[in-house]
């Protein structure tokens, strides 16, 4: 047995021996090997090397070529080590120098590969006592860009252990046609596993085609303990920078004057606290038409980083500050200073679950003005008070992003006198199904002027998506209005996505008015001087189109039995509809009416009937079919007529018929002058650059009658005017006339002219002899005529600045 025992282990020592001694001569193929497993690995397949030495405390290395495209270069490296110091804890001594790499970063070029681990990555103890002692010297590391070559010289090295740290310093030199840049690294490490250092960037610059930093500057302390960071204060300066960025439909370029990022990190329990400032001053945006000057940023954050999670915050308030907006769209931007970030606070939590993202962020911007400047209409201004805007959102692992866009305390002041205040929109971001994408309210819409053309009102409504999950959208919008208990407007629409087909559709819901309830004066201050107004009116406008544009559009216009007083005017019984059935060019059917059983301001209009269409002409003329009313015991008629806005002039032609010529005298007003009889004729009045003239009106008796002036002013007036005139004033006083006529004409700018003649006798005066008269009367018949040509020209009007849409 003892025998057997010592063949074994003189066996095992010889096998020892053969294998050291085996290692030992084939020493060289064996570094060559593990050498040439390691380059082919990164990429650098070995070429050539040379093995001047490895020995039991040396190895030594010589022009070392590696790479398809010799990439890897080293002219000598040199390992030292004793095995007895090794056991001690003391590391072993690398000198490299004239290492040259060279790595191909342009796009599906690259020939650097970093080894990949077998097994996933795990948290490990790493446990280092000390680090080699390094001298580095003659290396570069070359990069090859699309931008051009980039070249880094590095120096340097790590000391030897001295009172139980080992001091570390590397210097880089990056250099290229369009990079320049110095850093220093320096720290110390102990045996603890304590790693406390400093990076330093004194200078640098970067100069391409989109990018360009005149200097960069940069101080980074920090603090590391067995691999995690402890402690980190960073300083850095950015100066003349400017990026610029260029696609087929938009050139953008940034220039800041400096940008300042300062900060400080530290260990606190499991997780790492800090502050950290960012700071941009006076910037420049440009985008195409539209340009920001003086910009400027200040954010103050707070910061938190655990294993599992990142919070981003503010520590107060930050600023974005604006000098100037100029832009070439129709509509500047004026007097904008900026905007508060009352928050910014933003989660991110990586667990078992997945990633999540929760975020808050609160701005308030400063008021604006906004400016039309179109050169076809006037300049047109509008005061913007923002208020204050929100975001709020989340989005778990494979889950959509969900937000909420908050709008609140927002105004809009026009230089019109128009106001909006109160304005809140609330915009949800992929929000739920039964959810609306939009609400939004005008607490207040009020006009401001001393007469408002409206009274006070208010505005809320949503925007809905009704289709179905997995389709196509389908908007659909609600909006409604009025004043206080009263919401009378209401505006409704449609929007399919799929097909590109729409609908808007506006109502007035119908309007009960009666004395002592609602009035139009609730609706709208102008209309306070109607009084006792009572009826219903009710209106509703509608488009649709589709991807090719507006497909139809109509409106309705309805009042039925409206009645008012409005001063010395009483209308009764108003009844109108208008049907348009274009609203692009607006036009109607034949036959639109007007009713008003009657109309009294001191001489009654009664019955009276319109009928009318509208020409869908650019811009739209008013066709009056029929018009006609009763009026002194008579009836007036207009013949057929178009209104046109662009024609130079419009010929009116009035028919009158059975009207009682006592009733005409009284509305003329001449002191002393009755009658009796009928008249007939016709009135032909013409309109041109705002001016009525009247040529050749003519009004006749239809059969015989008695004509009677009896007026003391007038005989004290002529009394001494001769026996004719004296015999003309009694034939006068009771005439019996056989032919009456009036004859109208008014020129211009001069009064209405009209022209009594007469034929017939007093049976009293000469025995009954005819007399052939010729009076010229004075009357107040212009305010009549004045009236007529105001109507005119309010349809005028009206038509003329209808809205067309192109």
């Known amino acids: 047995m003892g025998k057997l025992l010592k063949a ?29 497993d390691q380059l082919s690995q990164r990429g650098f397949p070995l070429q050539s090397i040379e093995i001047p030495d490895v020995s039991f405390n040396s190895l030594q290395l010589r022009d070392v070529t590696a790479g398809k495209n010799s990439e890897f270069r080293l002219k000598r490296l040199l390992v030292t080590w004793d095995f007895r110091e090794l056991l001690a804890g003391k590391p072993v ?78 210097n880089v030199v990056t250099a290229a046609s369009f990079l320049q840049a110095k850093a220093v690294f320096k720290a110390s490490f102990d045996n603890q596993g304590k790693l406390q250092g400093r990076v330093l960037v004194p200078e640098a610059w970067l100069d391409t085609p989109e990018v360009r930093i005149a200097n960069f500057s940069s101080d980074t302390s ?68 539209l340009k920001l000057e003086h910009l400027s940023v200040s954010i103050p954050a707070r910061i938190k ?30 007097n904008f200073q900026g905007f508060s970030i009352d928050q910014a606070d933003l989660d991110i939590v990586n667990d078992t679950h997945g990633l999540k993202l929760r975020h808050a962020i609160s701005i308030t911007p400063a008021n604006l003005t906004l400016l039309d ?45 128009i106001q909006a205040s109160d304005i809140s929109v609330i915009l949800q971001l992929n929000g739920q199904k039964d959810d609306d994408i939009a609400n939004f309210t005008i607490g207040q819409l009020r006009h401001l002027a001393s007469e408002p053309l409206f009274a006070a009102m208010s505005f809320s409504g949503a925007i809905r998506d009704t289709a179905d999950e997995e389709t196509p959208a389908v908007y659909a919008l609600e909006l409604k209005g ?23 559709k506006f109502e007035i819901a119908p309007l009960s008015f009666s004395p002592g309830a609602l009035q139009p004066s609730d609706l709208s201050p102008l209309l306070v001087q109607l009084e006792d107004v009572s009826g219903k009116v009710n209106a509703h406008a509608q488009f649709r189109w589709n991807k090719d544009g507006v497909r139809s559009s109509g409106a309705k216009l309805g009042i039925h039995d409206l009645s008012f007083t409005r001063e010395t005017i009483k209308l009764n019984d108003l009844n109108a509809m208008l049907n348009l059935d274009n609203l692009i060019a607006p036009s109607s059917a034949p036959h639109q009416s007007i009713t008003i059983r009657r ?51 419009t010929d009116i032609l009035f028919r009158i018929e059975d009207i009682d010529l006592e009733t005409f005298f009284n509305l003329l007003k001449i002191d002393g002058l009755t009658g009796s009889g009928q008249l007939d004729g016709q009135i032909p009045i013409t309109i041109k650059d705002n001016l009525l003239t009247i040529a050749n009106g003519r009004l006749t008796a239809s059969s015989p009658g008695t004509l009677r002036f009896k007026s003391e002013k007038a005989s004290k007036m002529l009394s001494s005017a001769g026996k004719e005139m004296n015999l003309l004033l009694q034939a006068v006083q009771d005439f019996h006339y056989t032919e009456l006529a009036l004859n109208l004409d008014k020129l211009d700018l001069h009064d209405l002219v009209v022209k009594l003649s007469l034929l017939g006798n007093n049976p009293k005066v000469k025995d009954g002899q005819p007399f052939q008269l010729n009076i010229k009367l004075e009357t107040n018949i212009d305010k009549i005529l004045q009236t007529i040509n105001e109507g005119y020209h309010l349809s005028h009007k009206i038509l003329r600045g209808s809205f067309i849409l192109h």
């Open 599 to 649: 109309i009294d301001s001191g001489i009654p209009l009664e019955n009276l009937l319109i009928s009318y269409h509208i020409e869908g002409t650019t811009p739209p003329r008013l066709e009056i079919e029929k018009a006609q009313f009763s009026m002194i015991n008579g009836v007036v008629s207009l013949v057929p007529t178009v209104i046109d806005p662009v024609a130079a002039q």
């Open 305 to 334: 980083f655990t294993p599992t999670s990142a919070q981003i915050g503010l520590r107060e308030q930050g600023q974005v500050a604006l000098g100037k907006i100029h832009t070439d769209y129709p509509v500047q931007i004026e």
């Open 373 to 417: 400047k179109r050169p076809e209409s006037s300049e047109r201004k509008a005061l913007i008070h923002p208020g204050r805007i929100s975001l709020i959102g989340k989005r778990d692992d494979d889950e959509k992003y969900r937000g909420t866009l908050t709008v609140s305390d927002a105004a809009v002041n026009l230089l019109s006198q």
């Open 8 to 36: 074994v282990l003189l066996a095992l020592i010889s096998f020892t021996i053969v294998i050291v001694l085996g290692l030992y001569l084939f020493r060289h193929t064996i570094v060559e090997a593990i050498i040439s």
């Open 93 to 170: 001594s690398v000198v490299i120098s004239g290492m040259q790499i060279t790595i191909d970063l342009k796009e599906g070029a690259s020939n650097f590969a970093m080894p990949q681990s077998p097994a996933p990555a795990a948290k490990l103890k790493v446990s280092i006592p000390w680090l080699p002692e390094l001298k580095l010297s003659d290396s570069a590391i070359y990069l090859q860009m699309a931008a051009g070559d980039i070249t880094m010289d590095l120096s340097g090295g790590i000391g030897a252990i001295q009172s139980g740290q080992q001091e570390i310093q590397l």
């Open 482 to 504: 009025g004043i206080p208990a009263l919401d009378y407007l209401k505006l409704t629409g449609r929007y399919t996505t799929s097909t590109g087909n729409g609908m808007l």
């Open 222 to 289: 920090f603090t590391i303990v067995a691999l995690q960071l402890q402690q980190m204060q960073t300083d850095t300066k950015l100066s003349g920078i400017r990026l610029l960025r260029r696609t087929e439909t938009l050139t953008s370029e940034l220039v800041f004057e400096e940008m300042v990022l300062t900060g400080e990190v530290q260990e606190s329990s499991d997780s790492m606290l800090g502050n950290v400032d960012f700071k941009i001053a006076d910037g420049q945006v440009s985008a195409d038409a």
